[in-house]
Every structure is written in structure tokens, then in C-alpha cells.
């Protein structure tokens, strides 16, 4: 702000209420976070990785993709497959979290068991790669 107004500027302070879908509003102390571990409630203060990018779409796909998936192979979709994400943000949050170069769409894939399997990746029409893959647990 002081280069654009030419008189030069300093920061003392910054605080961040907001980045993509968390707000400070969902943000706990480390102090709850140890006493929820003591009290054998840490699991209730985690969010599953099924509720996280909801911005994201999604697909849900079959058995004989979910293979190829999980070993990083390229898969194909229809359109009636995805389903849109979420678009509404956090109050305070930016809807980009970075000004670099626009990304390739990404979506979310699930397995027909409701379990996120990847992150994906448009590489040509209607065709994706996974970018992240997810261990299946126990």
C-alpha cells in the first residue's frame, strides 16, 4: 500500500480470519485441542478428509476405475458423473488463494463406498489424472 501511494509503509501486525472454506470462527486453542486429547474426544475435532474441498466437484466412481485410481492411472468421465461443488466461501475468505496461472480443473473422486480416493486433475476433455491419491484405511 505505501509503494502505490509512494510514502512508504510498515506492517506491525497481520491476522488471517480466513483462507478457502475455514474461518477463525472453526479454530481452536492448543490447550482445547490437549484437553480433548485427554478426554479421548481428539477424533471429534478432526475433519474427515471426505468433508474437506467441498468447493471442489465431484465424482463417484465404480470398482474397475477406483483400481486404476488408486494407481494413478488416467481415467475417464461424463459429464453427468460430476457433480458441482459447493460455491459459497466462508465469510471473509477469498474466493483464489493465490494469483499464479489458472490451474487445470480438479475435482474430488469418491469411491462407490462414499471414501475419497484422489484429487484429480483435467488433462484433456473429460479426461483426468490423479495428482493426489489417498491410502484406503485399515
Keep these: 500500500m505505501g509503494e502505490k501511494l509512494g ?40 475433519i474427515p478428509l471426505e468433508g474437506l474441498l467441498q468447493n471442489f466437484p465431484r465424482i463417484n466412481v465404480l470398482p474397475v476405475v477406483e483400481k486404476r485410481v488408486r494407481n494413478g492411472g488416467r481415467f475417464d468421465v461424463t459429464l453427468s458423473q460430476i457433480q458441482p461443488g459447493r460455491v459459497q466461501f466462508v465469510p471473509g475468505a477469498t474466493a483464489q488463494l493465490d494469483g499464479g496461472e489458472a490451474q487445470p480443473p480438479r475435482l474430488r473422486v469418491f469411491s462407490q463406498q462414499e471414501k475419497l480416493l484422489a484429487i484429480a486433475e483435467a488433462v484433456v476433455l473429460r479426461t483426468y ?5 489417498f491410502d484406503p484405511l485399515p
Excluded: K, M, N, Y
Design 7 to 46: 510514502c512508504g509503509a510498515h506492517l506491525a501486525e497481520i491476522r488471517r480470519t480466513a483462507v478457502g472454506e475455514f474461518s477463525i470462527d472453526q479454530a481452536i486453542s492448543l490447550e482445547e485441542l490437549a484437553q480433548d486429547a485427554q478426554a479421548g474426544r481428539l477424533a471429534s475435532r478432526v
Design 129 to 133: 489424472q490423479p495428482i493426489v491419491v
